[in-house]
């Protein structure tokens, strides 16, 4: 950018009435003593989908989405994998996910470190990684052929020139916008996708690119209005959510109940081998609205649509429970949670 109305790409510039800002995000590499990124063996979440060997071993620094990820797909190729994560896994989500998620990934051979941070990483003379480990319980040191940073990504508007056009980034470099895509303190500039920091997923960015290119070519105020914000982990099981979580509910004035069902109970579930997995669902009790919903069991990224629905369209759970489900299908266990939360409801 050049200026509030300026900007130039390749040696021209070009003027323009509103501009939208999507340049994506990149890898973030934690600030850990020692750590070299141009290193042979440490990859970036970019870096590791061009690997051709399988490591012996392999170090995850980070355990949200991508840690999670690459973490199973590793230890289920071979490599003997510890995945290392300051906070509990899943950690913005309420807790028994997160703590029947551990139980998966430390049945699938994987080590689980959560409430640690890699504070020191050397090389040794074999060229493998020691990596210096330090919680509440101490410091521990731990060994590894390669080692995946998996810190999380951040906007990409380095070499935006940004401050040319007026505009001040937020925390972790984020550009704050209202419902409107429109960027704080601006009229004509707005901003979708990574570069807003909060959704980071792609559909969430392609409905955000559609409102923000509404809005700069019609001076319009279309607003997000979604509720449920949907978020897939793509693990084994896979994770997803929808809606309010039970916290956010009740400090928003609702009176939460919840219920949940457990995979193995559910024919197709069970049949599929998931045996471990689980959904749990939240009502507001003053109108039996569905206002949340979490599911960790095989197919999860696909049946979270139907109570994201219910959740975006503000249906009651009586109303989820009364559609029709054919059996035998993995999406029982929407209406099993249904039935289940019917009851304190009065349904």
Not at 304 to 311: E, G, M, N, R, S
Request: charged share 20%.
């Amino acid at each position: 950018l050049r200026g509030p109305h300026e900007s130039e790409s390749r040696g021209s510039l070009y003027s323009f009435g509103a501009a939208v800002i999507a340049p994506g995000s990149a890898t973030t590499v934690p600030p850990i003593e020692g750590l070299d990124p141009s290193w042979e063996g440490v990859w970036t979440s970019n870096k590791i989908l061009h690997n051709t060997r399988i490591p012996e071993s392999l170090a995850v620094i980070g355990a949200g989405a991508i840690g999670l990820e690459f973490s199973l797909r590793y230890a289920r190729l071979g490599s003997n994998v510890t995945l290392i994560g300051r906070s509990p896994l899943l950690s913005r989500h309420p807790p028994d996910f997160g703590a029947r998620m551990q139980m998966i990934y430390e049945h699938e051979g994987i080590r689980v470190l959560t409430g640690r941070s890699a504070t020191r990483i050397a090389r040794n003379a074999a060229g493998a990684y020691e990596i210096q480990i330090e919680g509440a319980d101490g410091t521990e040191q731990i060994r590894s052929e390669k080692v995946l940073l998996a810190a999380g990504r951040r906007p990409a508007i380095d070499d935006l020139n940004i401050a040319a056009a007026g505009i001040v980034a937020g925390d972790r470099g984020r550009l704050e916008i209202g419902a409107n895509m429109r960027i704080a303190g601006q009229t004509h500039f707005l901003a979708a996708g990574d570069v807003i920091g909060k959704r980071m997923a792609v559909h969430h960015a392609h409905i955000e690119a559609g409102i923000a290119a509404e809005n700069a070519v019609s001076d319009g105020d279309r607003k997000w209005t979604k509720r449920s914000n949907i978020n897939v982990i793509f693990s084994d099981l896979e994770f997803a959510y929808a809606g309010f979580t039970p916290g956010a509910a009740e400090t928003e004035g609702c009176r939460v109940v919840r219920a949940r069902a457990e995979s193995i109970d559910v024919g197709k579930l069970h049949l599929a081998g998931d045996d471990f997995g689980f959904g749990e669902f939240y009502a507001d009790a003053a109108d039996g609205r569905l206002i949340g919903a979490g599911l960790l069991c095989a197919d999860a990224s696909e049946l979270i649509h139907l109570p994201a629905y219910a959740i975006d369209h503000e249906h009651t759970v009586h109303t989820l429970v009364y559609a029709e489900f054919y059996h035998l299908t993995k999406t029982s266990i929407i209406p099993s949670i249904g039935d289940a939360l019917c009851r304190p409801l009065g349904g």
